[in-house]
């Protein structure tokens, strides 16, 4: 895999390779229509599971909370679960590593600031517990998990962890090896040129970053408003506001991964456990972060019942309504939205997701929002790529600002504008996002 000239991670090789179909590499790929979905996958998982939902799928339990055990919470982007989930199954012996993605210690020219590796201590798991916004690829931890026996844990977005256990399915080496798999809530992924992009707005060269923290907490601000700071070669920090950027607004689809608006799956339904965060009052405006938390494997959920008896863990039981409502937005947007987005006219192969196409439900209002983000998704590439062409960032920069500004006038404004829309809809829309 390597970044393309959109700062994308595309396959590369031998042109005959490339050419290749093969039925075993297309039962592999997430999005093939020729690989099992989300759901007969979990049904296969977990086939014991007490609970299921057509939003957050097969469950033993749910919870919302943080971990109160030593400094997972105050180290962590949110409650500080994923770490500590992954700390405590090396500690018990139950794995001999995880894979996850860490920050890469020195990045040279053209090197990507963070990769997958694999921590075989709680304290390297620890040492890089925050959240990574960057293209990143797994084929160098599967390499040595086939090369070095062990247990292993995964740690992965939805679908780099439907992928895992789409492997297993086909790999007798994985399928024995991976023994545990740790998802993370997903809205979509960036590519690498968000990064520059941030770079540039904050006033530095991204030549000059040496390491990057997207999300720095303060617990005396709301855990919603996203802060990034820049460590630079000379030593100094910078910070920088995320709704002082041009992209601040993760859900307008700036430098979008085209694949994540054909994904139906936010929060990894085909995971062990996993994770996000509790975006719903009073839990967003707490500066510490907390986490919503979904369980589907027993054993896992006899280790976190542990924990919450030994108090190591502060957690309340939720149902699959509060998990939704953690993530709203993103179902609407991988539910509802991808159903309009099927209807579109596409050249080339069409997916086949769990979601029929449809376009009846939604008003003019609706369907333009989902139509702005599409939009704001293609030309942030060629806009950017341009703007580097001629050497005048500062051109695209504007550019995005002024797309943002149109969106939120069509997806949020309750005055003139939104009030036009809903007429021209035929009806009232609630705004929702």
Not at 16 to 28: N, V
Not at 64 to 86: H, I, K, N, T
Not at 151 to 161: K, N, S
Not at 317 to 339: I, K, M, P, W
Request: hydrophobic content about 40%; overall charge positive.
């Amino acid at each position: 895999m390597k970044l393309d000239r959109n700062g994308e991670l595309k396959p590369d090789g031998a042109e005959a390779w490339m050419a290749r179909r093969s039925d075993e590499f297309a039962r592999l790929c997430p999005f093939s229509p020729s690989a099992a979905d989300e759901t007969m996958l979990a049904q296969a998982l977990y086939p014991d599971a007490p609970q299921a939902d057509p939003m957050i799928g097969r469950f033993e339990s749910a919870y919302v909370g943080y971990a109160a055990q030593g400094q997972f919470r105050a180290e962590g982007s949110s409650g500080g679960l994923v770490s500590w989930v992954a700390a405590e199954l090396l500690r018990s012996g139950l794995v001999d590593g995880i894979a996850h993605v860490g920050a890469v210690d020195a990045p040279g020219d053209g090197e990507p600031f963070f990769r997958y590796r694999i921590s075989r201590s709680p304290e390297e798991v620890c040492r890089d517990a925050k959240s990574r916004y960057y293209p990143v690829e797994m084929s160098g931890v599967l390499s040595m998990i086939r090369a070095v026996p062990g247990r292993y844990a995964v740690v992965g977005v939805p679908c780099f962890i439907k992928a895992i256990q789409l492997l297993r399915r086909e790999d007798p080496v994985v399928r024995e090896r991976v023994v545990f798999t740790l998802g993370l809530f997903c809205g979509h992924m960036k590519s690498a040129r968000m990064v520059e992009s941030f770079a540039y707005q904050a006033g530095v060269r991204v030549e000059d970053v040496r390491q990057l923290d997207f999300r720095v907490k303060d617990p005396r601000r709301p855990a919603n408003w996203y802060t990034v700071q820049f460590t630079l070669r000379d030593g100094r920090t910078l910070r920088h506001d995320w709704f002082h950027l041009a992209e601040g607004d993760w859900g307008s689809g700036f430098f979008q991964n085209a694949a994540c608006n054909y994904c139906d799956d936010v929060v990894a339904e085909t995971a062990d456990i996993s994770f996000g965060d509790a975006w719903v009052e009073p839990y967003s405006s707490d500066g510490q972060g907390t986490n919503v938390m979904v369980v589907r494997s027993a054993r896992l959920r006899e280790l976190v019942d542990r924990a919450v008896a030994e108090q190591r863990l502060r957690l309340e039981s939720v149902d699959a309504g509060f998990v939704q409502r953690t993530q709203a937005a993103g179902f609407r947007q991988r539910r509802e939205g991808l159903a309009y987005r099927l209807t579109w006219r596409r050249r080339g192969i069409r997916p086949r997701k769990r979601v029929p196409p449809s376009a009846s439900s939604l008003g003019f209002r609706r369907k333009l929002v989902y139509r702005m983000r599409a939009a704001i998704t293609a030309w942030s590439r060629r806009l950017y790529r341009l703007a580097n062409t001629v050497r005048l960032p500062g051109l695209y920069v504007r550019w995005a600002h002024a797309a943002t500004a149109l969106y939120h006038a069509i997806a949020y404004s309750r005055g003139w504008i939104g009030r036009g829309l809903d007429r021209i809809g035929l009806r009232d829309e609630t705004v929702r996002e």
